[in-house]
């Protein structure tokens, strides 16, 4: 299995850019890189998911170094709404389930 | 939002007694999972569907059942509910990689 392992908890300020990083050694060959974000009382939410090199959408950017045994969730310019738990997965959701390994998680704390 | 929805969203139960959580989805999505979440160690995957009938056992799968009859329904039973069951159960779905959760539910098994 994929482990995951990433910092149990950071502060940020307003405005400023987040990055979140991601250890994961035993990735496999078709392993891909997902990130969700979770609301207290809420399911998981997906923000981005890649592979290899950069990825990046209207919220946050993903970059994945060539041996991918980490990655990087960053976060533009956060706000309060910010504030969440934010987990990397790593994993193929539509191969073998069984090898889907969350981690606990990077509880991130957005500061006015 | 994708469109699943799960029911109880909020139970409590004695120990000993059957219980079954349901997962209903619109989005005809081929993968459905179920995981629990306690405090401290993120969500846990308990069994997943990749089809009709088509079901596999996932990292805590003890203690738990499941069944898949139709594409839009997958259900957790609970055979004898133990106080170790007493957590936060999501659902899941996906039609490639991401997945889309559904809102939970509490369980509190007295």
């Known amino acids: 299995l994929a482990k995951t392992t990433q910092p149990i908890s950071m502060d940020s300020y307003e405005g400023q850019e987040v990055n979140i990083t991601c250890s994961h050694n035993?990735?496999?060959?078709?392993?891909?890189i997902t990130w969700y974000q979770q609301f207290p009382s809420q399911g998981p939410r997906f923000i981005i998911q890649?592979?290899?090199t950069k990825v990046t959408n209207e919220v946050a950017s993903l970059f994945i170094p060539a041996d991918r045994k980490s990655s990087t969730l960053s976060l533009p310019r956060v706000s309060l709404s910010d504030t969440a738990v934010y987990y990397c997965?790593?994993?193929?959701?539509?191969?073998?389930?069984?090898?889907?390994?969350f981690g606990s998680g990077t509880q991130l704390t957005v500061l006015p | 939002d994708a469109g699943i929805t799960q029911s109880p969203r909020h139970k409590v139960t004695e120990t000993g007694t059957p219980v079954t959580l349901r997962c209903h989805q619109t989005?005809?999505?081929?993968?459905m999972y179920w995981y629990r979440q306690d405090p401290g160690h993120g969500l846990r995957l308990i069994h997943y569907?990749?089809?009709?009938?088509?079901?596999d056992k996932g990292e805590v799968s003890d203690g738990y059942s499941v069944s898949r009859s139709k594409t839009e329904d997958f259900l957790l039973t609970l055979e004898s509910a133990t106080s170790s069951q007493t957590s936060v159960y999501f659902c899941?779905?996906?039609?490639?990689?991401?997945?889309?959760f559904g809102p939970g539910t509490r369980l509190t098994v007295t």
């Open positions: 997965l790593v994993g193929t959701p539509s191969g073998s389930a069984r090898q889907l390994t």
């Open positions: 890649g592979y290899k």
């Open positions: 899941a779905i996906s039609a490639h990689y991401e997945q889309y």
């Open positions: 035993n990735i496999a060959t078709n392993d891909y």
């Open positions: 569907s990749y089809g009709v009938k088509d079901t």
């Open positions: 989005e005809n999505h081929r993968y």
